[in-house]
């Protein structure tokens, strides 16, 4: 099997589930508790949210456990939204971000918040001059992810940071693909309020962040208990917990080397799709984008029927996020950067990681040329394209 779908989960690293078998079995005390045994879950609580704050340059109380991203950009934003209510009921976010917050918003809309939904350009960035244009006296939050989880572009946070700065309004920014892939300061960036999910980093699913700036006022998301500095009420998943702090501590450890291989590998292999696949696209910024992310459109072709083919060659792939991977809707993301429906639907995403080789790579490009290749000989529409090219 090769694994290239990166963005949607990653294999939990072997060190990161050794760190966690204790406090499913020896270790398993309520944190709460008093004594010993819950004393020895509270410390490792504690000590894995050491090594999360530390990643992005935060105090340890400045961190806040969650299920997971999702819940942690629902948090954000519900919070953000009614604890600021009283200043206005403005927020600003982009059109290519996660369900996760595009939901969220429709929500805050149908509770008398107004949104304003930024365009991007045909690479998935903002404009910085129509985030400023779009801010108004009521303006309470704006919401822009750090990396889109499809095409893998990077926006302009800093600069977005001392934006908001200026002119007073809180900055959220969901970092769920770029946490532990590329370095981040939270000061230095001007964010208020940060999401990320162990999962994205070789941890465990349902478990995952939410960063909140001291003195910034949030509510509490779910109500209970005194978990959380009564911030998250429940009993707090250890095991979880203790795995997202070793992935966030190996992380930081390999960055920059598996961001290298990363770079290298995701190079290579759009240098050859694009010299050897005739009448396809990148999609994303060719620079600005995360190391391991490949986006094309392949003309002519249906994404899914391309990744059954791929899958029944053992490399895994997919169209677009995982999480709307049961939607026949093109990608919202790829519809915003300009391309046509029948364009959008013929999307591939692979996402790559420092476990993968150039030989991988090799089999990925002479599997994905003859899998286009057939759908295409399928096609009427590129017959008629063939046609009308050779008449010309």
Known sequence: MIYLDNAATTRTAPEVVEAMLPYFTENYGNPSALYSLGATGKKAVNEARRRI???????????????????????????????????????ITTRIEHHAILNTCKYLEKRGFEVTYLDVDAYGRIDLAQLEGAVRPDTILISVMFANNEIGTLEPIGEIGRLARKKGIMFHTDAVQAFGQLPIQVDELGVDLLSASAH???????????????????????????????????????PGIVGFGAAAARAMDKMVQKAAVERELRDYLIGRIEAEIPYCRLNGHREQRLPGNVNFSFSFIEGESLLIMLDMKGICASSGSACASGSLNPSHVLL??????????????????????????????????????RLRNMSPLYEDFIKSTQES
């Open 53 to 91: 704050a530390g990643v992005i340059g935060a105090k340890q109380e400045e961190i806040y456990f969650t299920s997971g991203g999702t819940e942690a950009d629902n948090w954000a934003l519900k919070a953000a939204a009614e604890g600021s209510a009283y200043k206005g009921r403005h927020i």
């Open 200 to 238: 994205k980093l070789n941890g465990p699913k349902g478990i995952g962040m939410l960063y909140v700036r001291s003195g910034v006022k949030m509510g509490s998301f779910l109500h209970g208990g005194e978990q959380e500095r009564n911030r998250r009420a429940g009993t707090e998943n250890v």
């Open 336 to 373: 915003a950067t300009g391309l046509k429906q029948e364009e959008a639907h013929g999307s591939l995403r692979m996402t790559l990681s420092e476990e993968n080789t150039r030989e991988e790579m090799d089999i990925v490009v002479e599997e994905l040329k003859q899998a286009v290749a």
